[in-house]
Each structure stands twice: as structure tokens, then as C-alpha cells.
């Protein structure tokens, strides 16, 4: 999320390896990126340690971009409730699936302009107002345009904005279950917003093929740790905190969404309709 231009498409792609968010018969590896003009849904296998899993990119188009972006949170908000509604009807059916399809929104990676400065009054309100109904892990895009001081500054000034915003970003202080879990996510906390660099360009560093981006004095590499956060974000998203992440999705964001539509509705009434939406996961 975020303006446009600040590469969201390029690191969803870099994420995963291959071209997950644009992946068409008419795109090529070396074509520049098309903008994205909509909110738009692509599935993908990944494999990790031998074990397959379907992740979901919901790739979404820069906002803030309009000289009035009153509100202009609310068509992702909308898509967030949406699925929310979606998983809610099926779970409601008298019928009911042994597996209800989950196109649940367990994570927004918010792209944070590096201004070197601070946030935007426009991030704050967004992050503010998606923060109740998803997980949110900021991300300073194209890393690489500061130095590494200006960076530590920044990020300290993020976090510090976040907070006297009053803003839970993931993983949410109040949901650690006890003191290791803490310390762990203290670490994770500490570290955010990740310094992020994308690129879906290979070039041959000490005789290695690496994922980079070409300046005029070197390659600034993505995966490694000592030019960008990169890897660390691809590890905390696939790795340590997936299962986390549609935990907390499940037991208090979904939960949040399911009571008040309980309660506005005096009860949903059960479906019985055979009618079911395909699910893209």
C-alpha cells in the first residue's frame, strides 16, 4: 500500500521469486512493471522445506496519488471486510463446508515513502484506520536511497510516530502469550519498519547470481543482510509468523468482524442457497 511508484509490485515479485503479482502471457521478465489500476487477487504455490502452501498476493493500486484523498482508505478497507463477510457467510450455512475457502487478508505490508523525515499525516490515518481489522507490517520502500545513519534515524522516528499515533502494528504488544514470545517479538518490533530493497533483476556477484539493483558505484544486493532488511522481512512473512499472522487474523480480527455483524443483524440468518463464490486460495 501506498503511492504509486514505490515499487510494491517489484518487491511482491522479488518475495517470492518469480513473478507473482504480474504473472500474464503478454508480460516478459525483462518489461517494465505495468501500474496497478485495481485491486487484484493472484495465487501462487510456494514450497518451503518440502511443504507446498497456496499464498495469495492482493496487490493494490498506489492511493494518496489524488490532490483530495479524503476516505481514500476506504476501497481497501472495503475489500478487507468483504472477505471477512465472505468467510462469515459460508461459516453461517446450514450446509457447511468441512473447509470453508479462506480469502481472509492475514497481513497489509504498508510502503512507507523514504523521506527520511516523517510519516505523512495521510500514513498515519491510513494505518490507523486499517490497524483494527489487519495485521500491519510497515516497510520503508527503496531502502537504498539512504544511507545506513539515515535509515536508523528514520526507522526510530517511524516507530516513535506510530506509537504516539496510538498504532498497533504486527505483532501487537497486548497478544504476546509469554515472556519468550515477548522477547522474540521485542527483537521484531526493535526492527521495524524493515528497510526494504526490490529487485527482479539477476546480476553475477563473485560468481553467484543475486537479486539486485545496478548503481553506478556497485550492486546493491536484496538478500543480503548487511545492504537491506529484505531477507529478514521473506523469513518473518513465510517462515517464523505465517501461522501467527492467521492466528491473530482469525481469533481477533475476524472475531471483532463477526460480533458487531451479530449484533447489528440480531443474528445472521443461515444460508441454505448452494450458491458459493470460487475462492483463490
Sequence with gaps: LRNSGLGKSTLVNTLFKSQVSRRSAGWARDEKIPKTIE?????????????????????TPGFGDQINNDNCWEPISKYINEQYEKFLKEEVNITRKKRIPDTRVHCCIYFITPTGHSLRS??????????????IIPVIAKSD?????????????????????????????????????????????????????????????????????????????????????????RDFLIRSHLQDLKEVT????????????????????????????????
Design 122 to 135: 495521510l500514513d498515519i490515518e491510513f494505518m490507523k484506520r486499517l490497524s483494527h481489522s489487519v495485521n
Design 39 to 59: 485491486i487484484k487477487a493472484v495465487s501462487h504455490v510456494l514450497e518451503e522445506g518440502g511443504v507446498k502452501m497456496k499464498l495469495t498476493v492482493v496487490d
Design 145 to 233: 536511497t539512504m544511507t545506513i545513519e539515515e535509515r536508523l534515524e528514520f526507522k526510530q522516528r517511524v516507530r516513535k510516530e506510530l506509537e504516539m499515533g496510538g498504532i498497533e502494528v504486527y505483532p501487537q504488544k497486548e497478544f504476546d502469550e509469554d515472556m519468550e514470545d515477548k522477547s522474540d517479538n521485542d527483537k521484531i518490533r526493535e526492527a521495524m519498519p524493515f528497510a526494504v530493497v526490490g529487485s527482479d533483476k539477476e546480476y553475477q556477484v563473485n560468481g553467484k547470481r543475486v537479486l539486485g539493483r545496478k548503481t553506478a558505484w556497485g550492486i546493491v544486493e536484496v538478500e543480503n543482510p548487511n545492504h537491506c532488511e529484505f531477507a529478514q522481512l
Design 250 to 281: 482469525h481469533n481477533i480480527h475476524y472475531e471483532t468482524y463477526r460480533a458487531k455483524r451479530l449484533n447489528e443483524n440480531g443474528g445472521l440468518h443461515p444460508i441454505t442457497c448452494n450458491d458459493t463464490q470460487e475462492s483463490n486460495l
